[in-house]
């Protein structure tokens, strides 16, 4: 019987110890849009060079911290449709530009 209670108040002194707190919306991770559901992990270090030698040969690279990840997609889809790389390029700049996108 002493050995119960013993455990019983190990229990209670454990468990009323955990932190028990909702998250705030302030403390919730950010989401960040997918890239591609079916993509394979990207190398950041390719991504980032298919970034400067695809975006670099007509303009001045932006910062990604330029614009937040959800705002990546529109740009990448309007510059593909003007310069014409292909869509594995594509992929590749949007998970380098959305991995180091603003916060």
Not at 35 to 55: H, L, R
């Amino acid at each position: 019987m002493k050995n119960s209670i013993v455990i019983l108040l190990m229990l209670l002194i454990i468990f009323s110890c955990s932190k028990k707190t909702t998250p705030t919306s302030a403390q919730q991770p950010v989401q960040q849009p997918k890239v591609d559901s079916t993509s394979v992990p990207v190398d950041m270090t390719m991504a980032e060079n298919q970034f400067k030698q695809t975006c670099g040969s007509c303009h001045a690279l932006p910062s990604p911290a330029k614009h937040i990840a959800a705002e990546w997609p529109n740009t990448v889809n309007r510059m593909q449709r003007k310069k014409g790389f292909d869509d594995s390029q594509k992929e590749q700049i949007l998970a380098y530009l959305v991995a180091n996108a603003k916060q």
